[in-house]
């Protein structure tokens, strides 16, 4: 288990070098941990700075609306506005709506 944590790409072989264990040992011991679940193998891809440079990012939208509409008002036109009924919303994560004394 050390020799896996220290390298997880480590060869059976050089595990049984290292400990001094049977490679028979070293590769039977692999196989239940993988049978077990309890070792994993995944990759992780660097979208960051030092990676593809690509970023997850997510989209702010600020929409001014006419002074003086309350937030009822705008609640009622939504929710009868065929264009919003339609409106595939799969990818928005948080949505806020923002008053200031009473008003949006």
């Not at 896996?4 to 196989?31: A, E, F, G, H, Y």
């Not at 309890?38 to 609306?65: C, N, P, R």
Request: no cysteine.
């Amino acid at each position: 288990m050390k020799e896996l944590i220290k390298n997880p790409r480590i060869s059976d072989n050089q595990i049984s070098k290292n400990t001094k264990v049977p490679v028979m040992t070293v590769n039977r011991k692999r196989k239940q941990l993988e049978e077990e679940r309890l070792l994993h193998y995944f990759t992780s891809f660097d979208t960051g700075e030092f990676g593809t440079g690509t970023f997850k990012a997510k989209q702010l939208y600020i929409i001014k609306f006419k002074t003086g509409i309350t937030r009822s008002q705008f609640i009622e036109k939504v929710e009868k506005d065929k264009r919003f009924q339609a409106f595939n919303a799969s990818y928005i994560s948080l949505s806020y709506l923002g008053e200031k004394d009473g008003r949006l």
